[in-house]
């Protein structure tokens, strides 16, 4: 049965990697979780960060005023429930483009009503969490890093994540998933993650 049969409101549920790279693993398999979280009903958004200008953090910065597109992520973020993050490992963490990003949509914007409480866009968010590399490990060491760092931010982190391995050969020429089992444990995250915004939502 699909998620959404006999419901009224199919969950907003945004996708996007922690990777820019234009033949990037985690855009492929974020690309296959959002066809999956369509095929269940969600309202999938993808967001590429790379259509964001986001400078590398810096208070000062800041202080002269807070980016447009960092606003643009805030409210995109804040308006989806659920969330599903394809996180590359760099150096077992997180890459750097994720935790800017992070960072700036947590900053508080002083003075504004809406924005001074730095965890609005994160809290209560149902995050599912994907990573993909070319090693044995799949990035799963990165994961383990950008977990707590949402959960600080009140985030729920979906308690079944998925890393996919040798990333170089898993995606056929279409671009999905070869192996069943891939698929299937892809599957897993995206439907708990569905399961438990829309139990949230209730
Ligand atoms: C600076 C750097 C550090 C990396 N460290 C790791 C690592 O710790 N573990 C890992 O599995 N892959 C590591 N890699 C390889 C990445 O997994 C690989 O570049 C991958 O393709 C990045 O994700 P993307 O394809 O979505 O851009 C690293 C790559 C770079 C550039």
Known sequence: MRHNEGMTTPIPLLV???????????????????????????????????????????????????????????????????????????????????????????????GDPEWRNGTRAFAGKVVGL?????????GLRGLAHLAPVLMNLQCWVAPKQFALAKAFEAFDPNGQLSLESNRTAL??????VIWAARKFQA
């Open 187 to 192: 599957h897993g995250v995206v439907d708990q």
């Open 130 to 138: 994907l990573s993909a590399s070319p090693g044995a490990l799949g």
């Open 16 to 110: 996007f990697a922690g990777s820019t790279r234009a033949q990037s693993y985690n855009r492929q398999l974020a690309t296959s979780a959002a066809d999956m979280a369509q095929a269940e009903g969600a309202q999938v958004t993808r967001l590429d960060l790379a259509d964001f200008d986001v400078p590398l953090y810096n208070a000062d910065l800041e202080a002269g005023g807070t980016p447009r597109d960092v606003v643009r992520l805030k409210e995109i973020f804040h308006a989806h429930p659920a969330w599903l993050v394809a996180a590359p490992e760099y150096n077992g963490s997180m890459t750097a483009l994720l935790k800017n990003t992070i960072d700036w949509v947590s900053s508080p914007i002083k």
